[in-house]
């Protein structure tokens, strides 16, 4: 059974771009939530998707965003870059809602800005 | 917001040896996991634990739900187990919505 894939693995951008990171969850599973880990800040709950519906955002300026696909696949967005964005972007899937199980995590995309 | 805390923030020991991981919560929570964060930053399942107690192996864990506290142990380490161990709680943010809030690591060195 596969795990959470996230792509791309690496990317380097600079201020002022956008990027856009993908997400597939496991097979059946309809939840996806968003990480993002830093040294400062540590790891930072974005936002989750359930149904295609964002159910809940964490404390992040508008610039980040994100979608749900009625596959389940979730892509999150971050406009006009920052270097604070600098950071590892982590994905997990749940069968159901999170908070009604266990949640399973990708291996990230590392994003750096310059 | 649930506050979270584990201790200790590092811990260093001899391989062959046991250790105690403690994660303290300030409020009821759905459910609380234990990861192990690889090299390569995947936030590995370790356990899905909102109270009682599992075992996998070396490792156990036990959660009190009542008093807030959860605690991971590690029994004849090995260097293999070096990494940041991750505790993180599944609690309500407001309204119907829910978010996982995680502590912020103990970071584990396990010396041959």
């Known amino acids: 059974k596969a795990g959470v894939t996230q792509t791309p693995r690496y990317l380097i951008k600079t201020r002022g771009q956008q990027v856009t990171l993908s997400c597939s969850p496991i097979?059946?599973?309809?939840?996806v939530s968003w990480y993002q880990q830093t040294p400062g800040q540590g790891l930072q709950f974005l936002f989750e998707y359930f149904s295609e519906t964002q159910r809940n955002k964490g404390n992040f300026p508008g610039r980040f965003s994100g979608r749900q696909f009625s596959n389940s696949r979730s892509e999150m967005n971050v406009s006009t870059l920052e270097l604070g964005d600098s950071a590892l972007y982590l994905c997990?899937?749940?069968?159901?809602?999170?908070?009604?199980?266990?949640?399973?995590f990708g291996e990230g995309s590392r994003l750096t800005v310059l | 917001g649930i506050q979270v805390e584990q201790s200790p923030p590092d811990l260093i020991l001899q391989e062959g040896a046991n250790s105690t991981l403690r994660c303290n919560f300030s409020d009821s929570v759905n459910n609380l996991q234990w990861f192990h964060q690889n090299p390569w930053g995947q936030l590995i399942n370790l356990f899905y634990?909102?109270?009682g107690t599992k075992q996998n192996g070396r490792l156990s864990a036990t959660t009190v739900a009542t008093e807030r506290y959860s605690l991971l142990y590690i029994s004849s380490s090995q260097t293999t187990d070096s990494g940041v161990y991750f505790c993180?709680?599944?609690?309500?943010?407001?309204?119907?919505?829910?978010?996982?809030?995680f502590g912020k690591g103990t970071l584990l060195t396990v010396n041959p």
């Open positions: 097979s059946g599973h309809r939840s």
């Open positions: 997990a899937s749940s069968l159901l809602r999170s908070e009604d199980g266990e949640l399973f």
């Open positions: 634990i909102p109270s």
């Open positions: 993180a709680v599944e609690a309500w943010s407001g309204g119907s919505n829910y978010k996982l809030t």
